[in-house]
């Protein structure tokens, strides 16, 4: 069946803050009551986060936050299946989430983290653990949008996004070799509609003009595959918008 879904019937909360650091510090505190939550109902959680430049404020807010940060397994909302460093999100997160408090979180990577031993059976061992593991434990995830309208590896013009929209697994590899926004890492790993789905809480994260009209134009009825953000209204927790300028 094609995936389908209307923004008339997504449960959105928009929260715009006047500056960086309050919105930081605003979308770090609900993650944050989002994890304690989860942790005092069921012992341990599972957060999903995006890469790219724009939550790197979000994550350093977050490091800054106390809690059990040992019950916390941070995982990624998509990864580039690449050696280069400069490429790695799990990189990002050790450079910006997991530090000072939230040092005692384990990371679970999508793919060999550049600078370390891979683990046996390398790239596709990993995705299939990520597949494994998913639904084991309650689940938080925090997305982005490019400039295209592109959330996590989920891309506009790609021919295969109907495939990666339907997927029953949580996490599909990703060939984005035709597409302008993978930016030279067309190899990807992707959480999927399914694999969302039952998230417990799900964060938007927005910064600046472009993106705030990008959101509105995916607010109006659309295809799914001309604004691939358009997905994420579909899940069953709400999903909370943070946007500043």
């Known amino acids: ?3 389908a879904v209307s923004p008339t ?13 309050d919105w930081a510090d605003a979308a770090a505190a609900d993650i944050a009551a ?4 989860a942790i005092a109902a069921g012992g341990e959680v599972r957060l999903l986060l995006s890469g790219g430049g724009t939550p790197a404020p979000v994550y350093r807010a977050l490091a800054r936050l106390p809690l059990d940060w040992a019950r916390v397994r941070v995982g990624l ?7 280069d460093p400069a490429a790695s999100n799990a990189l990002l997160l050790r450079d910006t989430l997991l530090t000072g408090h939230a040092a005692a979180a384990t990371l679970e990577p999508l793919h060999p983290v550049p600078g370390e031993p891979a683990p046996e059976g390398g790239a ?8 494994a593991r998913h639904g084991a434990l309650s689940l938080v995830c925090v997305f982005g949008m490019g400039d295209d309208g592109h959330t996590a590896s989920l891309f506009p013009g790609d021919p295969r996004l109907p495939e990666v929209l339907d997927a029953a697994e949580a996490f599909v590899p990703v060939d984005a070799s035709a597409i302008p926004g993978a930016r030279g890492w067309p190899r990807r790993v992707t959480l999927t509609p399914a694999g969302w789905d039952a998230a417990a809480a799900r ?3 927005l910064r600046g003009e472009h993106k705030r009209a ?9 295809d799914v595959a001309a604004l691939p953000v358009r997905a994420l209204f579909a899940g069953q927790a709400p999903l909370t918008v943070y946007w500043c300028p």
């Open 1 to 3: 069946m094609p995936f």
């Open 9 to 21: 019937d997504a449960d959105l909360r928009w929260i715009e803050l006047a500056g960086e650091a």
């Open 34 to 37: 989002h994890l304690r939550g």
């Open 77 to 83: 909302v998509d990864e580039r299946a690449s050696d």
């Open 124 to 131: 596709d061992a990993l995705v299939a653990a990520a597949n």
């Open 203 to 205: 964060v938007l994260l």
């Open 214 to 222: 990008l959101f509105g134009r995916a607010l109006e009825s659309g």
